[in-house]
């Protein structure tokens, strides 16, 4: 779960599948937007977020403003964010997560991730103190809401805490999200406040804001009650932005650094206790599904910030990567083939998850279901049928289908679908008769259990008390025993085992404090599971022969599921819902005031933007005024509810030019966009007429200028982009990049004269040498003709950054460092850039809530070559050079990442005009 600040807000692109047709229920408090098939629980939502509010508002506040709240059900990725500006806008992905995840602590997964998110409302809405008096006039403008500029680990927190305190579930009860905290209290690696206000690569990574954050708030309420954290969210809505840790001091009499101290000490725990498991794997970060093969083969999913999330094999030379993998849930498969799940885009925008299998020897891949929804796989001893879950809108069924043949696809049949219940993790018994699996109703406990796959009935092998969480089940060879996972009472996982015949239940005492997701080897001997390290997860074994267990008390007969919480009836919520209006919240709701100096130049002028709640509508606009009569203005509107996303903008600009002339600029440009969306490569295509002209006035020049130049053109462009960073990442380091595009200019449409440009840049990453290095190869070609009042000029020289956007400007290409961009240029320009990046230091260190974060330092050593030209290439039209950089990877504003580099290049220059070295600067990558 989290929060979404303006940046995210106005980005609307592509947020929605176009078939989603959305409407609108509403209550006292809340407009609440879904989509077909979300009938149900759209309603449920509406009651159960009117009751959160009334609970929550006596001590947090009433929102000033209504809030939507946007119920969609595409993905299956359990999430949500809230934002505060421009207005209040919370989102809920529909799907729940599954008992084992890091947020699956909850017996309703809508109520846990509203009360999260509408915490962010009351939080980040606050506006107090002279900056609250100043900023009303300029309505929700984000400078104004200094809670806003919060440490995410301030933001997450008191979110977090609230869960928990609110809804008795979440994160901060769950025995597995604490043991995270507790671990690096014991190894001495608990965080400092200046990794812990910051969102980390290294391990706890993005869990740190919601981890730290959360715990730290309850400290807080713990020694000093929970009233503090209201007063605190007022005390901190009332600091400049930046400044919010001041607030600590006024209202606890402490610094934040000296409460950061009290928190640490507060929070050292015992060493792990004494184990016999032996640890298989030293990945870290995310390690899930071990599975044994028929013949014995441990396969096992890992995911880190080393490199792309993969399923990989432990062999006795150590793990060995099989093929790459997205978010998948369990593994099964064949003699032949391995059967996994993993997201990839659907329309370009729904993340889902899908079945696929792997051929063990040759690796190649194939697809057995197409938008399905599908997950959790696993095959049949006799290797014929697949058992998996489905995701619908309310809850995700238990499915089996007959293991596709080649260059097919299935459909999984329903085996068992109940509203409200979610199944995950099911596994064949070795018979191929039964199925065990995890079963979670809607206000009920966890359970697994066992369901007849001929006629899909259920009888429960047990189930867990109040709180409870049961997942992963595996079978013993023999079929006679259910190993699975449990947690309860605030303590992390660990490993029970159920006999099949009378629900017998004992649990596992010498696996560590924590250990999930258990499964047997063919022979009955070992037993794999997950284990925890302060690093993260991976995978440990120990032999049944040495397994100590000790009987558990479990009543057999206890209701299967408890109804959730009584809903008031007389609460007003309309029942069908009203067709979705984007004007409701389409209006402006902020303004900013603009302050330049350009050219010793004063402009004061004004700036406003807006956006519906869906993202279909967005606009800006703004005016400034100078000492000039006419004053300068744009304005842009953006279309996405259909694809592709139509655009258009229009601007009126006026600049000095020489000493006492004019240079007016009116630009108008309207096009579409479309892009295709895969998780491991994307592609664009863009169309668009530009449309500028150019005036310059200079009455008092010697001679007299008054000339004008018109461009009217059609643009396209193509881009596709395979290359891959990760999180460890100093560069891209595999896949390639490709843009072309084109420009042209015709007296047809109004231009001065006729003319035309293509450019084509590509890109190359390779890792070579140590970990993270990496050679990059760029080469790009500009060309230019026709009219030479309109035509385009390029150049080569410059110290980039080149990010790849579709342009045309005279530094569309230019990137050779250490010369200028005006050295020398002409209507064909060329560009070969060879680069060998290498990592020197990993820092992650900041210095307390300061908002500038030092990730990592690295280097590289670089040759350019470019040249620029009109009919004939000359040795006097090239440049070239050699040098080194050194760049720092840096977070500023905790959520800005930015790249400062600083270098020598050493210059050819056949014309003698630049030589030797020089040094420049730069912020980002070079390309």
């Avoid at 043949?405 to 219940?421: F, Y």
């Amino acid at each position: 779960m989290a929060i979404s600040a303006t940046s995210t807000a106005l980005s609307a692109s592509e947020r929605y599948d176009p078939k989603l047709r959305f409407r609108t229920l509403s209550t006292p408090r809340f407009d609440i937007h879904f989509h077909q098939g979300e009938e149900a629980i759209a309603r449920r939502l509406a009651v159960l977020a009117e009751q959160v509010a009334t609970e929550m508002e006596p001590r947090l506040g009433r929102p000033r403003m209504r809030v939507n709240v946007i119920l969609v059900d595409q993905t299956d990725l359990s999430n949500g964010w809230a934002t505060s500006v421009p207005y209040n806008l919370i989102e809920i992905v529909a799907a729940a997560p599954r008992a084992d995840s890091i947020i699956g602590n909850t017996r309703d997964w809508l109520r846990l991730v509203f009360t999260h998110e509408y915490t962010h409302v009351l939080h980040l809405e606050r506006s107090r103190g002279w900056l609250g008096a100043i900023g009303r006039p300029f309505g929700r403008l984000p400078l104004f809401y200094p809670n806003l500029f919060l440490p995410p680990m301030l933001i997450e927190g008191i979110a977090t805490h609230e869960e928990g305190a609110v809804t008795g579930e979440g994160r901060p009860p769950a025995g597995d999200f604490r043991m995270i905290i507790d671990r690096a209290a014991a190894a001495g690696r608990f965080s400092s406040l200046g990794r812990a206000s910051n969102t980390l690569v290294d391990w706890p990574s993005g869990h740190t804001a919601y981890l730290y954050g959360g715990y730290f708030h309850e400290y807080l309420a713990t020694v000093y009650g929970r009233p503090s954290l209201e007063r605190l969210a007022n005390e901190t809505a009332a600091m400049p932005p930046y400044f919010g840790s001041l607030a600590f001091r006024k209202v606890y009499g402490k610094s934040l650094g000296r409460l950061w101290d009290d928190f640490a000490r507060a929070h050292q725990a015992a060493a792990e206790e004494k184990t016999t498991r032996t640890r298989l794997t030293h990945h870290g970060f995310n390690v899930s599904a071990p599975w044994h093969s028929q013949d014995g083969r441990l396969f096992y999913l890992a995911a880190d910030p080393h490199g792309f999330p993969a399923l990989m094999e432990l062999t006795a030379e150590g793990p060995r990567r099989i093929t790459t993998q997205v978010n998948g849930g369990r593994l099964g498969g064949t003699s032949d083939e391995i059967v996994f799940d993993q997201v990839e885009y659907v329309r370009s925008v729904a993340l889902q998850s899908d079945l696929y299998a792997v051929d063990r020897r040759t690796q190649a891949i194939r697809r057995l279901t197409r938008e399905q929804r599908a997950a959790d796989p696993h095959v049949s001893r006799d290797g014929k049928t697949i058992v998996c879950v489905v995701q619908g809108p309310e809850g995700r069924a238990l499915g089996t289908l007959p293991l596709p043949i080649a260059d097919s696809v299935g459909v999984p049949a329903v085996l068992v679908s109940e509203p409200g219940v979610d199944f995950a993790a099911p596994r064949w018994s070795p018979d191929g008769r039964t199925i065990a699996v995890e079963r979670r109703s809607l206000g009920g406990p966890s359970e697994i259990v066992l369901v007849d796959a001929a006629t899909g009935s259920v009888r429960r092998l047990t189930h867990g008390p109040a709180g409870a969480r049961m997942s992963g089940p595996a079978w013993a060879p023999d079929g006679r025993t259910v190993y699975f996972a449990s947690s309860g009472d605030r303590r992390p996982f660990e490993i029970q085992a159920a006999d099949v015949a009378d629900g017998n239940v004992r649990r596992l005492t010498n696996a560590g404090d924590a250990a999930q997701s258990p499964d047997i080897s063919p022979d009955g001997t070992r037993l794999v599971f997950l284990g925890y390290t302060p690093d993260g997860f991976d995978l440990f074994s120990m032999t049944l022969a040495e397994a100590s267990w000790e009987p558990v008390s479990v009543d057999i007969a206890a209701p299967v599921s408890a109804p959730a919480a009584a809903l008031p009836a007389n609460l007003p919520v309309a029942t069908v819902g009203r067709r979705y209006d984007p004007f409701r919240t389409l209006a402006p709701r902020f303004w900013s005031p603009i302050l330049e100096v350009d050219d010793e130049e004063l402009s004061i002028g004004a700036l406003t933007a807006g956006i519906d709640a869906l993202g279909r509508h967005a606009y800006y606009g703004g005016a400034r005024w100078s000492t000039r009569a006419r004053p300068d203005w744009y304005a842009g509107y953006t279309y996405d509810r259909w694809r592709p996303i139509v655009f258009g903008s229009i601007s009126d600009d006026t600049d000095p030019w020489e000493t006492d002339g004019t240079l007016r600029t009116t630009e108008v440009n309207a096009g579409a966009l479309v892009r295709f969306r895969r998780i491991r490569r994307s592609q664009l295509l863009f169309g668009s007429f530009h449309g500028a002209t150019e005036v310059v006035d200079c009455a008092s020049c010697e001679p007299a200028v008054d000339a004008t130049i018109a461009r009217r053109a059609l643009r396209a462009a193509w881009s596709i982009d395979t290359s891959r960073r990760y999180g460890y990442s100093i560069s891209n380091e595999h896949g390639f990049s490709l843009t072309a595009s084109s420009e042209w200019t015709r007296k047809a449409l109004g231009a001065t004269g006729n003319a035309g440009a293509a450019i084509a840049d590509g890109r190359a990453y390779v890792h070579v040498g140590p970990r993270h290095a990496a050679l990059a190869l760029r080469a790009a070609v500009a060309g230019a003709w026709g009219d030479p009042r309109v035509r385009r000029v390029f150049a080569p020289g410059g110290a980039g950054p080149q990010t790849g956007d579709i342009e045309f400007d005279l530094d569309a290409i230019a990137l050779v460092r250490g010369f200028d961009t005006g050295d020398v240029n002409g209507s064909r320009a060329a560009v070969l850039n060879v680069d060998y990046r290498f990592p020197l230091a990993w820092i992650e260190r900041g210095v307390g809530t300061w908002p500038l974060f030092l990730r990592s330092l690295h280097g590289a050593v670089f040759a350019d070559a470019g040249a620029a030209w009109e009919s004939r290439l000359t040795r006097r039209d090239r440049r070239a050079s050699l040098g080194a950089e050194l760049s720092a990877d840096v977070v500023v504003a905790y959520s800005l990442p930015l790249t400062a580099a600083g270098g020598i290049a050493w210059r050819h220059d056949p014309t003698g005009r630049s030589r030797g070295a020089t040094l420049f600067a730069r912020i980002g990558r070079a390309f």
